[in-house]
């Protein structure tokens, strides 16, 4: 493993200093051109790989990981002890088989799994870089990528897959280097952040924002963390993850270890607990001022606006083969975000297959034992193997 360009001390709770994976170093002279209109530079990437690359270095596997999400698709994770976030859908014998095929998942950039982000030093002040880190964009997410993927040694993707914000990186995969993309699954997803979405986000960042300790974004510089603030704001995000039916069958309004409500402001319902407990151990493995640059990266997120406010300008021409996904109850990305994608594929004319699951799980489906969703991926990624010759 690579030394990182981070020291300890910042935060090691979040890996952001030290992470437990492979980095990719990027010195001054390759630069990260970002969006905001700066150069990252240097700057570093953390990833995990699973499986093993063939002779011809074609069966290698981009997953995309969402918001919260990170680089330990498979592996235990380093901080949580759980298993890899989605261990249903990769593994050996499962849809992305990593018996047959070469896996990558690298944390995104302005996270704080160890690629560089707001939690990272500085080396021009010696210092996180807090609010002076540049803000980020889906995009620049893509772009660090295709410089790992160049780093690796791989021209091109055999498949690009991933959820949410996973899916938007997908996207745009698709359109940034249709050449390097033989087949592409974006789930549960998007082409642009519904006014909706980008309002619960800036509700989360004002959690933030309002928490004492936040200290203008300089907290890790006075050794303090924005914990009330960050847990409020990943509550209000988890609502917006499941579906009114799966509370209520979780849930209900059962009271939590008591037979009477208290008449207090405590837990008294085990759905305030929960959400309580979310907060908590989301706290203790990321970092604030990344939480705030990611959602933010999400809101900017608009492939129609990119190509000329025609979404199919974002595919025309591609040979990339798509299967698109969503699930019946999720409220965050309905169908019918999944139906403007599978819309302008058609008028691109582009392969593309469009599979709507029938859950009442809500938009975590996608990390969820859905049999349905695993059946269909498994076909589809089967099918595309087949093509490639794998």
Known sequence: MATPLLKPGL????????????????GADEALAMDA???????????QT???????????????????????VVNTHP??????????LV???????????????????????????????NPATGRAYGLDFP?????????????????????DLFLCIGGSMGGMQVLQWAASYPERVFAAMPIATGARHSAQNIAFHEVGRQAILADPNWHGGRYLDVG???????GVARMGAHITYLSEPALHRKFGRRLQDRDAPTFSFDADFQIESYLRHQGITFVERFDANAYLYLTRAMDYFDLAADHGGVLANAFRGTRTRFCIMSFTSDWLFPTAD????????????????????????????????EPAMISAAKGFIAAAARERGL
Request: aromatic residues 6%; contains cysteine; proline residues 7%.
């Open 11 to 26: 935060d090691p709770a979040s890996q952001a200093v030290e992470p437990t994976s492979p980095v990719a170093l990027f």
């Open 37 to 47: 209109g700066m150069d990252l530079a240097p700057w570093q990437i953390a990833y």
């Open 50 to 72: 699973a499986g093993t690359l063939n002779e011809a270095r074609s069966n290698a596997v981009l997953v995309c990981h969402a918001l919260t999400g990170d680089q330990h």
């Open 79 to 88: 901080v949580t002890g759980k298993p890899g976030w989605w261990d249903r």
């Open 91 to 121: 593994g050996p014998g499962k849809p992305v088989d990593t018996d047959r095929y070469f896996v990558i998942c690298a944390n995104v950039v302005g996270s704080c799994m160890g690629t560089t982000g707001p939690a990272s030093l």
């Open 135 to 155: 803000l980020v964009t889906i995009r620049d997410m893509v772009r660090g990528q295709a410089m790992l993927l160049d780093r690796l040694g791989i021209k």
């Open 224 to 230: 303090t963390r924005p914990a009330k603030g960050l």
């Open 338 to 369: 999944s139906r403007a994608i599978v819309h302008a594929l058609n008028a691109a004319a582009a392969p593309v297959a469009f599979v709507e699951v029938e859950s009442d799980k809500g938009h975590d489906a996608f990390l969820l034992d």
